[in-house]
């Protein structure tokens, strides 16, 4: 009682606050603002706010949370446009919606996948919002029972949804989950700051792959280049489908799985650090383990965009659980919204408990400006799906360019490097690989993810386990095994159980033909050489920095088995086993008219272009020379679109205050930005 007696009139004065004319008009400018940057790939909410952040000195707080709650609630929303109508993960919150949105715009139902993600997202935040509502004065408790071992196991739990995506043949599924994560392990160990796989006379490895490059490149790039090898549209026909009624209809009557689907979301979002990265998997592979015909997964399966969507939506919610309530923040975003909000007014609101007991109408405002905002950004975005769902009836030629020029610029952004688009590349070349052999590409993407944060609660839960083990056994097992730890470990051996048994059914690349013996095998060999190397480099770091070599070691080592599993079945099995799937063999990609290399030649091109000259001059050269020889229009269309195209590059970077890549006239010129 005496909780509601408080509660109360907080939410009176928060719902006096927000309804406010210039409030709301601020809520719809920072709508609009987050979904101009959540179409665009591997633009999420950190560069959004970084966008607001120095407009938020000295502003009223509640028109500052207004414009920052409108732009942080529908950037998970606007980044489905890029997911299902390109296939390029707008953001990591995206990335499972791609598996099932890219096939549906690819057969003419743009517009009814993109209105059953839109209706998923907005329910999915209600149920954040309303989630926040009940529990930001009872959270505290629940969030504080979540220690290392409980973050440990929702790790493990992320991981085990590898099962359910491993594919028609399981050993694939791990092994490209392992190279995933000791890809992950690249650069300095956090624990003790040994070297795995990198070396101080190659700086930019020592820090690590990024996220936006590894989820571009693994996805991004290898559709973009089998779409351009095609020439022709997205979409096969000039239909859109039966348009945005018919995916609200499939949200409705999926709404059970979007409900569950949800509140996994606002569950993940509550842990701090996992959120976005790894919600998506999770409720994809609940998508697919409570679906009796699991064979259109992959394919266009409504279910695989439901699920998803919902919980990245209401994984919001539960972000702002911790932020709001200990001021730690659930992710990238949320600590620069934490950054904020210290600059809002006079400075004197302050994220944590002072804020539940000082300025708790101010806390439920933000909770109610996350509902407004979803319901607002839903209606935008189903009203314009039908427009820009269009875009899949374009002729891939003229839009490919664009969408190269876009995850340059995006990856660029995530280190500030040239060799970010280096590494690009590379890890595009490795999603065409395993998207042509029928490597699970999720599976690998969920090894990198989850790379890290599995290292460090490992070794940090093993280090206070230790010491509370040398007090007595009975404390090392409860802190081991408290009841949360118990619970998730029988979810995640069930998962485990069925996703294995039910992992044949699903074709995350579609029915792949099987071919010739060799290039599967050429490229097993390759990937075995790789983890072997990684392997070997592990164990040669000392034994006193222990915590650094032993997780690379163990994970190398259990993919490096299934790898030598993978050569002993390949070497027993008859050509025609589906082993040796290669989509060169028969389908699309065997038909394209034009070549793999030759086609990936044009990035190529784009990235040595950027390292001589800088990558304006070279985006310049880029799109004139592609689209009057690849595209084959006339001179004068070639450098219209050219220009559109660099002009929309400067506009952006002028407005995110970013810089570009400089090359090597750079160094030796000095030249006035956007030449710089």
Known sequence: METLSIALPALSEAIGLISQPIVL??????????????????LGGIAGLSLLLPFMFG?????????MIGMVAVVPTSDTFASVLMGIPGSSASQATVLDGFPMAKKGEAARALSAAFASSLFG??????????????????????GLPEMLMVTILGLSMVAILAGRVVWKGLAAAGLGLMVGTIGEADAGGSLRMATYDLPYLTDGLKLVIVGLGIFAVPEIVSLLRQDSSISKSATLGSGWMEGVRDWFRNIWLSMRCSIIGVMVGVIPGLGGSVVDWISYGHAVQTTKDKSQFGKGEIRGIVGPESSNNAKEGGGLVPTLLFGIPGSGSMAIFIGAIALLGSGDIEVGPAMLKNNLDITYSIVWLLALANVVGTVLCIASSGMIA??????????????????????F??????????????IGLIGIFLRRFDWSRPAFLIGFVLSNPAETFTNQAYQIAASRFRKSFEEGIDYIFSPIVIVLLIVTVLSVFFGLRQAKMLQAEGDVKSGSKRAPVTFLLVVTAYLAVAVINASFIPNYAFTDKVFPLFVGSVALVCCLILVFQMMMKPEADVIFADKEAQGEDADAPHGLWSTLAWFAGLLALSALFGFIIALALFLVSFFRVRAQVSW???VLLAACGIGFMLVMAGALNRDFPPGLLQSLVDLPWPLT
């Open 390 to 411: 269009r875009l899949t009836t374009i002729r891939f030629t003229l839009v490919a360019p664009f969408l190269f020029m876009l995850i340059a610029f995006a990856a």
């Open 636 to 638: 004068t269309k070639a």
């Open 59 to 67: 502003m009223d707080p509640v028109l500052g949370l207004a414009l």
């Open 413 to 426: 952004q995530s280190g500030q490097n040239l060799a970010d688009l280096v590494a690009l590349f590379v």
């Open 125 to 146: 935040g209600l149920v954040g919002a309303t989630f926040l509502t009940v529990f930001i004065l009872i959270a505290r408790p629940l969030v504080l029972a979540f």
């Open 25 to 42: 008009g601020y809520l719809v400018l920072g709508v609009v603002m987050g979904l101009s940057i959540g179409v665009f790939p591997g």
